[in-house]
């Protein structure tokens, strides 16, 4: 029997933001971009570059937290009680999450449980 593996990502990145005086916060604009970091003002809404993923929000937020804490399917079935196909269901679209499981979920992947609803 093969064993199921689990997806490493590739690099890990983070946002920052920041509140202050106009000039100041183009200064650190300049800065960042120096460092090779690019400005958020730059990108577009997901919604936007991805419109065949729209209403499918709640699946595909329980595959990417998921992926996000580094779990399989089969661990996180064990960490929220929940069974491993019901989490592959859930993932893709043939299960709705519903309110208890929601909660579940959340409390694992340490998230607020309306990001599932």
Do not use: C, W
């Not at 919604?47 to 595909?60: C, L, M, T, V, Y």
């Not at 069974?83 to 959340?106: Q, T, V, W, Y």
């Amino acid at each position: 029997m093969l064993a199921r593996t689990r997806k490493r990502p590739i690099e890990k990145m983070d946002a920052a933001r920041f509140l202050g005086p106009p000039d100041k916060i183009m200064e650190v604009r300049r800065f960042a971009v120096s460092l090779g970091l690019s400005d958020l003002e730059d990108t577009i809404d997901y919604r936007d570059a991805f419109p065949e993923f729209s209403g499918k929000e709640p699946q595909i937020a329980v595959k990417a937290y998921r992926m996000r804490e580094g779990l399989t399917q089969e661990e996180l079935a064990k960490l929220a009680e929940i069974p491993r196909r019901h989490i592959s269901d859930m993932e893709n679209g043939r299960r709705p999450i519903g309110k208890e499981n929601a909660r579940k979920l959340a409390k694992v992947l340490n998230v607020d449980y309306r990001m599932f609803l």
